[in-house]
């Protein structure tokens, strides 16, 4: 299946998994994979909906946002599994990809990103607003590398009581970092009304420097 790759401009780097979020690997995934590559990582962000829609590309509001919705409720979870498996793999694989590989993801895709790292392979993981990691926490024992994860405090998708679950879940882990924003959710996307500046760069800044410390 198909996935967007984003070189940086030295050629090699450590290898970065991005996750998308319902919207498909849209014009604003794409971007952030270029963002990520002239920070200096191989960027691979898989086509997670390559089963049901292969290549699709939603935006945000009406009829394309009720698409990403049935697209989420039609996935297998299992399957998922697997391709996070077999994109990680192909990352690693990369003859670009010079050592380490952390995983990033945003909404639907911080969730598979916290998945991924718990199915190990993972050197470094950044959630942003992941919605239902707060129901899967079977598996954050699993979990062996430093995590991030970042919440809008006025996400009206994942309320401070979920938050408040997944804190607990990797209470006393010193590699364990949660971020909280005046901002809704997905205030990282400059393409949706919810987005937050100062918030993006402040996440942005606080991923780059957990990558930084732990993937070069």
Same mark, same amino acid.
């Given at each position: 299946?198909?996935?967007?790759?984003?070189?940086?401009?030295?050629?090699?780097?450590?290898?970065?998994?991005?996750?998308?979020?319902?919207?498909?690997?849209?014009?604003?995934?794409?971007?952030?994979?270029?963002? !990520?590559?002239?920070?200096?990582?191989?960027?691979?962000?898989?086509?997670?909906?390559?089963?049901?829609?292969p290549?699709?590309?939603?935006?945000?509001?009406?009829?394309?946002r009720?698409?990403?919705?049935?697209?989420?409720?039609?996935?297998?979870?299992?399957?998922?599994?697997?391709?996070?498996?077999?994109?990680?793999?192909?990352?690693?694989?990369?003859?670009?990809?010079?050592?380490?590989?952390?995983?990033?993801?945003?909404?639907?895709?911080?969730?598979?990103?916290?998945?991924?790292?718990?199915?190990?392979?993972?050197?470094?993981?950044s959630?942003?607003?992941?919605?239902?990691?707060?129901?899967?926490?079977? !598996?954050?024992?699993?979990?062996?590398?430093?995590?991030?994860?970042?919440?809008?405090?006025?996400?009206?998708?994942?309320?401070?009581?979920?938050?408040?679950?997944?804190?607990?879940?990797?209470?006393?882990?010193?590699?364990?970092?949660f971020?909280? !924003?005046?901002?809704?959710?997905?205030?990282?996307?400059?393409?949706?009304?919810?987005?937050?500046?100062?918030?993006?760069?402040?996440?942005?800044?606080?991923?780059?420097?957990?990558?930084?410390?732990?993937?070069?």
């Amino acid at each position: 299946y198909d996935a967007y790759l984003a070189l940086p401009p030295a050629g090699r780097g450590p290898g970065l998994l991005l996750l998308q979020e319902i919207f498909g690997v849209n014009r604003h995934i794409r971007a952030v994979a270029e963002q !990520y590559a002239l920070d200096g990582f191989v960027v691979l962000a898989p086509d997670v909906f390559w089963r049901e829609a292969p290549r699709v590309e939603l935006g945000y509001a009406g009829a394309e946002r009720e698409r990403a919705m049935q697209l989420l409720a039609q996935a297998d979870r299992a399957k998922l599994a697997a391709d996070l498996a077999t994109s990680l793999a192909a990352l690693r694989a990369r003859p670009e990809c010079a050592g380490r590989v952390g995983a990033l993801g945003y909404c639907m895709g911080g969730r598979l990103a916290y998945l991924a790292a718990a199915g190990g392979g993972i050197d470094a993981v950044s959630c942003y607003y992941g919605g239902g990691i707060q129901d899967q926490l079977e !598996y954050a024992p699993r979990i062996a590398c430093p995590i991030q994860f970042h919440y809008g405090e006025r996400d009206a998708h994942i309320p401070m009581g979920a938050v408040e679950k997944v804190k607990a879940a990797f209470a006393g882990r010193a590699d364990a970092e949660f971020h909280l !924003y005046d901002a809704e959710h997905g205030f990282n996307c400059w393409e949706r009304a919810s987005y937050h500046a100062p918030s993006s760069a402040r996440a942005h800044a606080r991923t780059l420097e957990l990558f930084a410390r732990t993937l070069f």
